[in-house]
């Protein structure tokens, strides 16, 4: 059980562009989804909190109109870079919690954005 | 949320035990301590939770001392497939709070 899916797993677009990728819960409902970037070797970092139904919280220094966050069922959260360019190339991870797992996140797979 | 400081590295090899320290100094009372595993390219996958004492599961224990400023994440008998990077997390876990990562730790598990 709990587990979490994300799609695309890997995608390449070219800059000005948006790209979307989807995080879901496939056994649970997830009342809250967390998106996380992370560049090469480095750690995970929070970019924003979705709960669902309510707009989402941005870490300080992620610009919200850039990284669209929609969590419209309990299943689903989307992710859409818009107007991407190649430094926002990266590892983008989400997770998913719920009030049977509080205590825990589970993460997706991740997708591996590449902007040329 | 609690900082957390781990070894940047550490080696082993098959068949050995490992045992990865993180310290927590400023842990808070409602504060949890959870272990992750990621591998290259993938999220991180969960391997243990606990509060205090002692934690067992099916891959790992967790150790924790009766100040709570410290865990350490012991692996018994390693193989090359957990040469992954271990994350060491504290945070309020109550509700929904977000977890900050810290550089965690490269376990490299050498034949």
């Known amino acids: 059980g709990a587990v979490v899916s994300q799609h695309p797993s890997r995608v390449i677009c070219k800059s000005g562009t948006s790209v979307k990728i989807e995080c879901r819960s496939l056994?649970?409902?997830?009342?809250?989804m967390f998106w996380y970037r992370q560049f090469p070797k480095k750690s995970l970092m929070l970019m924003a909190t979705?709960?669902?139904?309510?707009?989402?919280?941005?870490e300080q220094g992620v610009e919200k109109d850039k990284f669209l966050i929609n969590h419209a069922s309990l299943t689903l959260s989307t992710l859409t870079v818009t107007s991407a360019h190649p430094e926002d190339s990266s590892f983008y991870i989400c997770?998913?919690?719920?009030?049977?797992?509080?205590?825990?996140?589970?993460f997706g797979p991740g997708t591996r954005l590449t902007v040329t | 949320l609690a900082k957390t400081t781990q070894p940047i590295s550490m080696d082993s090899y098959e068949g050995q035990e490992v045992n990865i320290t993180c310290s927590h100094n400023?842990?808070?009372?409602?504060?949890?301590i959870t272990w992750y595993q990621q591998f290259p390219s993938q999220g991180p996958r969960f391997i243990i939770q606990?509060?205090?004492t002692k934690v067992t599961n099916e891959v790992a224990s967790l150790f924790i001392p009766a100040d709570r400023k410290s865990s350490t994440l012991s692996l018994p008998r390693v193989s090359l497939s957990d040469t992954a990077v271990y994350y060491c997390?504290?945070?309020?876990?109550?509700?929904?709070?977000?977890?900050?990562f810290g550089k965690g730790t490269m376990l490299l598990v050498s034949p």
């Open positions: 400023n842990i808070a009372t409602n504060d949890y």
């Open positions: 606990g509060y205090k």
């Open positions: 997390l504290v945070g309020d876990l109550r509700g929904y709070s977000t977890l900050t």
């Open positions: 056994d649970f409902q997830a009342t809250t």
């Open positions: 979705s709960n669902e139904g309510s707009k989402a919280t941005y």
């Open positions: 997770s998913a919690s719920s009030n049977r797992r509080s205590y825990e996140q589970y």
